[in-house]
């Protein structure tokens, strides 16, 4: 029999021990700021069998991400246990339910096995019947111990589980219970893969995955005394393990990465039986489809080679940036120099370091900023840079943060970074309009008309500031011109022009082009032509003279409607005036009286008459006017 002393203590520490494996060690990491990186490991293997052991909370991405490069061959499986598996081996067991974690739970999950007891009373071999408990008093005080009903060869003894008792059971048991603890492990922090490969020889097999991490935070230096421009990396190193000479690259980024669910086993909800019988329906053959077959050896994932690996630096006194790929939105920085880094450490990388000559400037931006004016720092580079804030010094010390969204090579940015102080700007707009063309369409005339927006800046800006930029709002139509150099922005045109002195003026001319519809007879024109009339609307020469002429022709227009609508207004009045005379000239019998309203009705009449001839007359002169206009924009 094997003697062990269980107590709580121990049972929570107790598991079988296996032979460790050295873990292969990570030669290069991919490290992205969206939090994901892949590792690379080089293992060395003596045979066609390789284990390897990952942190738990990885193992469902190496089965989703595993790339294997074996230079003598392929991959047969990878296996791992499967989660709860060992437990469910157990299910025959005594200690089906899991490992006791007290002496009370060890005897009790044994009853029905032969036992040895000794306590301070003896030493006590039987079969176990039953667990209770009693109260004894110790030292003067009531205590509650756990007793065990044992049936021995001089019949049932209760036997008191006292301090310090010792349990004795067969190596069938102690076995189980091994088996049961291996098999309990809360506390693993890795799982162990087993690979199978094709080849037997020794050599040195790479592999590799992708998993989550804690992603890498960038920062920036802008140091304007010296002008450089750098670049640092706050890493953390949370594999599990060591970084030895790693070959460590720094991406960008947000790829779309998913989490995985491959390990816990995946159980489908069966429905359940019928209540009675059915029929049944059997679907015709349909055929099969054959299996592809395997691979041939040079089918396999290929050699892994040095050319695979991004080329390194060389290292310098100085970290600066590697060869920066970009491709799909992601740019890659490998770090000039291999990384040590132990497990659990923080490290502020510096990756980046170029030389600049940063321009220092006013910018106005009246959209984001309002009256405020900012110191900023111009940066071009010929490669990609990631975002990130900039922290701006120079020979005096810290003089502000500009945010920075990263670009790509060849663009440039601006560094904003502090209020420029005492800076003014005094903003004018003036517009003028000019009719271009004009197109006549019957009693419709279209109008092409020019609109030019002028707006003027005047700073005065700090002695330090070399140029003046302002971001002025777009929007109002294209650029017409503008001095100095004139960049495109989203939403707004910039404008950079040299500081002489701390003053500065510029002004920018804006062009917008519209075209409007106008009916000749219509208000709207009107004022079109006395604009035009009044120096308010610009136009050519020749357009000028049809203008003047339009102004002539609408004045008499307006005085042939307004002459118009007065006979309108006597021809009523008189039409009333002759119901008048009727109405009277029924209701009196004097012929005197009769022969009195007699002639005022034929005054009316003949008044009526030669109204109506007027009105004739000038209708047939405005309509001739309404033609004159229109063929005075006709350019046909």
Same mark, same amino acid.
């Given at each position: 029999?094997?003697?062990?002393?269980?107590?709580?203590?121990?049972?929570?520490?107790?598991?079988?021990?296996?032979?460790?494996?050295?873990?292969?060690?990570?030669?290069?990491?991919?490290?992205?700021?969206?939090?994901?990186?892949?590792?690379?490991?080089?293992?060395?293997?003596?045979?066609?069998?390789?284990?390897?052991? /990952?942190?738990?909370?990885?193992?469902?991405?190496?089965?989703?991400?595993? /790339?294997?490069?074996?230079?003598?061959?392929?991959?047969?499986?990878? #296996?791992?246990?499967?989660?709860?598996?060992?437990?469910?081996?157990?299910? =025959?067991?005594?200690?089906?339910?899991?490992?006791?974690?007290? @002496?009370?739970?060890?005897?009790?999950?044994?009853?029905?096995?032969?036992?040895?007891?000794? @306590?301070?009373?003896?030493?006590?071999?039987?079969?176990?019947?039953?667990?209770?408990?009693?109260?004894?008093?110790?030292?003067?005080?009531?205590?509650?111990?756990?007793?065990?009903?044992?049936?021995?060869?001089?019949?049932? #003894?209760?036997?008191?589980? @006292?301090?310090?008792?010792?349990?004795?059971?067969?190596?069938?048991?102690?076995?189980?219970?091994?088996?049961?603890m291996d098999a309990d492990r809360r506390d693993s922090k890795t799982r162990r893969f087993d690979l199978t490969l094709e080849a037997a020889d020794a050599r040195d097999v790479h592999l590799s995955y992708v998993t989550e991490v804690a992603a890498w935070k960038n920062s920036w230096r802008l140091l304007l005394d010296e002008g450089r421009f750098q670049g640092w990396a706050t890493v953390e190193n949370v594999s599990g393990q060591d970084w030895d000479d790693v070959a460590l690259t720094l991406t960008t980024g947000s790829p779309v990465a998913y989490r995985r669910e491959l390990i816990d086993p995946l159980y489908i909800a069966r429905n359940d039986p019928p209540s009675g019988p059915r029929p049944v329906t059997v679907a015709p053959d349909r055929g099969v489809r054959a299996l592809a077959a395997p691979a041939p050896e040079a089918a396999y994932a290929p050699v892994f080679k040095e050319s695979l690996a991004l080329d390194l630096a060389k290292p310098s006194g100085t970290a600066r940036a590697g060869e920066v790929l970009s491709g799909a939105g992601i740019l890659r920085y490998a770090m000039p120099q291999p990384v040590d880094l132990e497990d659990g450490r923080t490290a502020n990388l510096m990756y980046f370091d170029m030389a600049i000559e940063p321009e220092i400037r006013a910018l106005y931006r009246p959209q984001k900023t309002g009256t405020q004016v900012l110191m900023a720092?111009?940066?071009?580079?010929?490669?990609?840079?990631?975002?990130?804030?900039?922290?701006?010094?120079?020979?005096?010390?810290?003089?502000? =943060?500009?945010p920075f969204t990263g670009m790509l090579a060849g663009q440039s940015r601006l560094l904003p970074f502090a209020e420029a102080t005492g800076a003014t700007v005094n903003t004018d707009r003036r517009q003028t309009q000019r009719i271009s063309a004009m197109i006549s369409g019957g009693e419709r005339v279209t109008v092409n008309l020019i609109t030019l927006r002028t707006t003027r800046y005047d700073a005065t800006v700090p002695e330090e500031a070399t140029l003046f930029s302002v971001e002025h709002p777009g929007g109002f139509g294209e650029l017409d011109s503008a001095p100095g150099k004139v960049e495109q922005g989203d939403g707004f045109i910039r404008v950079t022009v040299p500081v002489e002195?701390?003053? /500065?003026?510029?002004?920018?001319?804006?062009?917008?082009?519209?075209?409007?519809?106008?009916?000749?007879?219509?208000?709207?024109?009107?004022?079109?032509?006395?604009?035009?009339?009044?120096?308010?609307?610009?136009?050519?020469?020749?357009?000028?003279?049809?203008?003047?002429?339009?102004?002539?022709?609408?004045?008499?227009?307006?005085?042939?409607? #307004?002459?118009?609508?007065?006979?309108?207004?006597?021809?009523?009045?008189?039409?009333?005036?002759?119901?008048?005379?009727?109405?009277?000239?029924?209701?009196?019998?004097?012929?005197?009286?009769?022969?009195?309203?007699?002639?005022?009705?034929?005054?009316?009449?003949?008044?009526?008459?030669?109204?109506?001839?007027?009105?004739?007359a000038l209708r047939k002169e405005l309509k001739t006017v309404g033609t004159d206009l229109i063929a005075l924009f006709d350019t046909k």
């Open positions: 029999m094997t003697k062990s002393i269980f107590l709580p203590a121990l049972l929570a520490t107790t598991c079988l021990v296996s032979t460790a494996l050295a873990s292969p060690q990570i030669t290069r990491i991919e490290l992205g700021q969206a939090g994901i990186a892949r590792y690379t490991f080089i293992a060395p293997t003596e045979g066609n069998t390789l284990s390897f052991d /990952v942190p738990m909370r990885d193992s469902d991405d190496v089965l989703a991400s595993l /790339v294997v490069r074996d230079p003598s061959g392929g991959v047969i499986d990878l #296996q791992t246990d499967t989660p709860g598996s060992s437990l469910a081996a157990l299910a =025959d067991t005594i200690f089906a339910g899991g490992v006791p974690r007290t @002496t009370e739970g060890l005897v009790r999950a044994m009853i029905g096995e032969v036992l040895e007891v000794t @306590t301070a009373r003896g030493a006590f071999t039987g079969r176990i019947m039953g667990v209770g408990e009693t109260q004894i008093v110790e030292e003067g005080k009531d205590v509650t111990r756990t007793t065990v009903l044992m049936l021995t060869e001089d019949g049932v #003894q209760d036997i008191v589980l @006292t301090p310090g008792a010792q349990v004795t059971f067969s190596e069938e048991v102690a076995a189980q219970l091994a088996r049961a720092a111009s940066l071009q580079a010929d490669q990609a840079l990631a975002p990130g804030l900039v922290s701006v010094q120079d020979a005096n010390g810290f003089v502000g =943060d500009a002195e701390g003053e /500065v003026s510029l002004a920018l001319v804006e062009r917008s082009v519209s075209r409007r519809q106008y009916s000749l007879d219509s208000g709207d024109f009107e004022r079109l032509v006395l604009d035009v009339r009044a120096g308010r609307i610009a136009v050519d020469a020749a357009l000028s003279e049809s203008f003047d002429t339009a102004h002539d022709l609408l004045r008499r227009a307006r005085a042939i409607e #307004q002459e118009i609508g007065s006979l309108e207004d006597r021809q009523r009045e008189l039409s009333s005036e002759q119901g008048r005379l009727r109405a009277n000239l029924d209701a009196v019998e004097v012929e005197s009286l009769r022969n009195r309203y007699i002639e005022a009705l034929d005054s009316t009449e003949t008044e009526i008459v030669a109204a109506a001839d007027k009105l004739d």
